[in-house]
């Protein structure tokens, strides 16, 4: 758990078996990523990160999968993007005046 933990909480708020958790999915995943390609395979890829299905606290093993890195790099880039567009505030900017010449 390195530079992406840093100024949040997440670490915090896990369970105190978070390790053997951690352990479990990945040896239910047999050591390779879960998440499916395209064509519907399985990626063939070494799983590096324990992975929340659904964004949140729920550490339920149920919640949880095996991913590498690039598809648990996509996965929370895409998150990040929903996120934004829920919470996105009204500009605060004054609205733009049409152009003289045509009004």
């Known amino acids: ?5 840093s100024g949040s909480t997440r670490k915090q708020r896990l369970p105190r078996d978070w ?3 951690r352990d479990t999915v990945r ?3 047999g050591g390779r990523c879960q998440a ?4 519907g395979t399985r ?10 299905i659904v964004h949140g606290d729920n550490h339920a093993l149920s919640n ?3 991913l590498c890195s690039w598809h648990h790099d996509k996965k929370t880039a895409r998150e990040a993007l929903e996120a934004r567009r829920f919470t996105r505030v009204p500009s605060a900017r004054k609205p733009r005046e049409k152009h003289p010449g045509l009004r």
């Open 19 to 21: 390790d053997e958790r």
């Open 64 to 66: 949880l999968q095996w």
């Open 36 to 39: 499916t390609m395209r064509d």
């Open 43 to 52: 990626c063939v890829e070494v799983g590096t990160d324990c992975d929340h």
């Open 1 to 5: 758990m390195g530079e992406q933990w």
């Open 27 to 29: 040896d239910r995943a």
